[in-house]
């Protein structure tokens, strides 16, 4: 059977002390799902980042709402319970998107329990085929090095960058350090 866990894990405090300090999240991903091209990636994202993905899959997602993502706040990075509140939004945020794509491609569920939520599915399943959303979980390229590699803007390609970081074992590597 299909399916593909999405992680977000082990909030990091970066540059702590200093006026740029910013706290970043692991992202972990394992799938058996065609849609994917890697079946495994490790990468660590921002919050930031995440409000810029949400932006973006809003645009493919037309009137349908783009699930929420946890509040902003500059002033708790050093709050444990803060840091543990946001990456658990973070993970439903992602979850959201991971559940519709299953349950449009689920071949064992019946298509009437699926009608009534149908067109929300599609519309988050058209965002989860998005090449920006695979970049983000799938590599480590900045936020305007997905809309260059998206955009036909760089001489590789979504895929290539995709098989290109996982094959460097960047994404395991990282996550044996940590």
């Not at 803060?82 to 569920?109: C, I, N, P, Y």
């Not at 590599?139 to 098989?163: K, R």
Request: charged share 20%.
């Amino acid at each position: 059977q299909e399916f593909v866990a999405v992680r977000v894990q082990d909030p990091r405090v970066r540059n702590e002390g200093s006026w740029n300090s910013f706290v970043d999240y692991k992202i972990f991903l394992h799938t058996n799902s065609k849609a994917f091209t890697a079946k495994t990636s490790c990468v660590r994202r921002r919050y930031s980042e995440f409000v810029w993905l949400k932006k973006q899959l809003q645009k493919n997602a037309g009137l349908v709402p783009v699930p929420d993502l946890p509040a902003k706040s500059i002033f708790y990075y050093w709050n444990e319970d803060f840091l543990e509140g946001r990456r658990k939004g973070l993970q439903a945020f992602l979850d959201k998107w991971v559940l519709a794509f299953l349950l449009l491609r689920s071949r064992r569920r019946a298509l009437t329990a699926v009608l009534p939520c149908l067109n929300r599915v599609v519309h988050m399943t058209v965002c989860l085929s998005d090449s920006q959303l695979h970049l983000f979980l799938q590599t480590q390229l900045s936020l305007a090095h997905i809309q260059d590699c998206v955009q036909g803007h760089t001489p590789f390609t979504v895929t290539d960058a995709i098989l290109t970081y996982a094959s460097s074992n960047q994404g395991f590597a990282q996550a044996q350090q940590e």
